[in-house]
């Protein structure tokens, strides 16, 4: 079984400046995907980024950006020229990579991102 | 394009009641998946359905239930309701043909209150 751990339940940053949000994951598996889905108050989530793990190039999403550090398990996201509107909950989840796809994440807790402006 | 349309949005109903909760996909995705959050717990995967067939499970008991319909619409069902099923259902279409990227589009969710 995989597990998901988002371990900072909030943080707070200041507009234009760069936040870290932390995760690191348990898995034997080998092929598999991670995401972070942002869940803005009171609206649907949806994808912010995602990689591949056998990608070792780290993805990129104009301000969003990640470090995946395979070895060690560990999965952040890096948010850049932090803006009002990505006041959101932020997960990290995992995904078994299949052949014929597969819809079962497994989420981290999500942690609260506020933007202070 | 259509997104993910969940109904109803908001409901409540009163314990050993049952529930019966829709979900419309994306045009075009096969793939659905039901998700409880509540906020001990988080998100929960619930099940998923993948052409009018049940792909993968996770642990709930088995008053939850779904389906799917041969034009992918999905229901889930919970059955004599507990205070603790209150929760955010949310659901999820996909894409899973041979490109797939793993990427779920959720719908805006269903807020279901057990009194």
């Known amino acids: 079984a995989q597990t998901v751990t988002q371990s900072q339940p909030e943080m707070s940053v200041q507009e234009a400046e760069t936040v870290t949000l932390s995760c690191t994951y348990d898995?034997?598996?080998?092929?598999?995907?991670l995401f972070w889905y942002k869940q803005p108050p009171s609206r649907q989530m949806i994808l912010v980024i995602r990689?591949?793990?056998?990608?070792?190039q780290n993805a990129t999403e104009n301000r969003f950006s990640v470090n995946f550090q395979k070895a060690a398990k560990s999965f952040s996201l890096k948010i850049s020229d932090s803006q009002l509107g990505d006041t959101a909950m932020y997960f990290c989840?995992?995904?078994?990579?299949?052949?014929?796809?597969?819809?079962?994440?497994?989420f981290g807790k999500g942690i609260t991102l506020s933007v202070r402006p | 394009k259509a997104g993910v349309t969940q109904t109803p949005r908001y409901l409540i109903k009163t314990r050993g009641q049952q529930v019966t909760l829709s979900c419309s996909p994306i045009?075009?995705?096969?793939?659905v998946s039901w998700y409880q959050q509540t906020p001990g717990q988080g998100l929960q995967f619930l099940f998923e359905?993948?052409?009018?067939?049940?792909?993968n499970k996770g642990n709930f008991p088995g008053r939850f239930s779904g389906r799917q319909f041969s034009n992918s619409r999905s229901e889930m069902n919970v059955s004599t309701l507990e205070l603790g099923d209150s929760a955010l259902y949310l659901c999820?279409?996909?894409?899973?043909?041979?490109?797939?990227?793993?990427?779920?589009?959720f719908g805006e969710g269903s807020r279901l209150t057990v009194l």
């Open positions: 045009s075009g995705h096969r793939s």
């Open positions: 898995t034997s598996e080998n092929n598999y995907y």
């Open positions: 989840a995992f995904m078994k990579y299949y052949t014929g796809a597969n819809s079962k994440l497994t």
């Open positions: 990689q591949e793990a056998y990608k070792q």
């Open positions: 359905y993948f052409s009018e067939t049940q792909r």
């Open positions: 999820a279409s996909s894409f899973s043909g041979r490109d797939h990227t793993g990427e779920l589009f």
